[in-house]
């Protein structure tokens, strides 16, 4: 089987009215979440530095920043809404480890916006990118993964080309040139967890698949077979590629389904010992001067992701199981201020970090953990947490996200802003102009 054609078909073919509605909610429901997530993040330090390298040679006033005031051209409108909605690592995330909003939502609002595109078209090209990109990512999961493939960039450039191409009407030939444009522009790398650069994949993803779609439309060839050939994507970023996980059962069942929404600024897989330490902290009104130590059963990847023992900024703190354990009981949240640079600072925080222990137990999943404080006076409090607050099991609801959204946006947009852009957002199916969603979110 010819993969890559087979994917090109499915996108061309796709009709919104085969799309279950509750695919179509669950759209709205990442639109809102990623949004929030994009307007929370345009304030921080790694946005300001991107934008000061790239507006000296950005083009024409096409497309908003989310969150501020500049315009510029919408590739690189995508690329700077890809950074800031994934810097606090606070957006959406398959259960397969893939953050499919953040590289194709900046590609379609700018789009959008530029273009002129009715909401329901929106959303169809949404899901459809979201279904590509997250089907080549089980292609080779977790191998990909676990030799250091960050695979939220590495796929999330199909993910974008897809939804491009749908909104710009590529025909099967040509979507089939952007899927493999795509694919020779796949990339980043889990070295740079901690780093600015981390959030830089999806914005490069989104960027780089708006730029494929552009390319194909314009009759820029590729291979045909770019994703399943010998030398393809598949085979040589993963040595257990499957290409039937990306065909079967295509438009019948949808990844859109397996997402998941965060409540706590971090990766999901401290979202356990989070959830744990929260839930002890407020049960036994916890401080840290009845706390003689902290012992932490986790996920094998845990260690791995967020061993950071000594973080030193608040994107390392992230990545700090540590960290967020002690933030967690001191402070009872993990918002985007438990990961400030000044919180993760602080010397209780970091002297109760100290007294964390944490170790693998291989009978958890990745999100999963086991939390047991012992306390000064002898007594041993112990939760076993798996499913936290955000999995599929106890999902966040639509008021939990309307809620987030004005944390987020707090201080940001204005309160007439924040509601009509909430309302936007839940209404999308119906916007005749769905490039109003971008005008809410950026600043007059």
Known sequence: MNTTLTLASFIVQSDIDSIPSTVRHEAARALLNWSACAVGGSTHETVDNALAAVLPFAGKKQAGVFGRKERMDILNAALINGISSHVLDFDDTHVKAIHPSAPVWPALLALAEWKGVSGADLIHAYILGVEVECRIGLSVVPEHYAIGWHITGTVGVFGAAAAAGKILGLNE???????????????????????????????????????AAFLALNNFTSSERAIEAKRGW????????????????????????????????????????????????????????????????????????????????????????????????????????????????????????????????????????????TLKDGRILDRLILHPLGSLERPMSDQDLEGKFVDLTAGILTPERCNEAIQLCWSIESLSDAGAISRALTII
């Open 173 to 211: 030939q040509q979507m089939a040139w952007a899927l493999g444009i795509a694919a020779t522009q796949s990339a980043g790398i889990r070295e740079m967890f901690g780093s600015m650069c981390k959030c830089l994949h999806p914005g490069s993803a989104a960027q780089n698949g708006l730029k």
């Open 234 to 373: 598949g085979h040589v970023l993963s040595t257990k590629f499957d290409a039937d996980a990306i065909t079967t059962d295509l438009g019948t069942t949808y990844e859109l389904s397996k997402n998941m929404y965060k409540p706590f600024a971090c990766g999901l897989v401290v979202h356990g010992t989070i959830d744990g330490c929260i839930q002890l902290r407020n049960e036994f009104q916890l401080v840290p001067e009845l706390i003689e130590r902290i012992d932490l059963k986790v996920g094998a990847i845990v260690l791995e992701l967020t061993g950071k023992t000594e973080p030193t900024t608040g994107l390392e703190g992230k990545f700090s199981v540590f960290h967020v354990a002690a933030v967690a009981i001191i402070q009872g949240a993990a918002g985007e201020a438990q990961f400030s640079d000044e919180c993760v600072r602080t010397p209780e925080i970091v002297k109760l970090a100290r007294e964390v222990h944490a170790v693998i137990d291989p009978q958890l999943g990745w999100a999963q953990a086991r939390v047991t404080i």
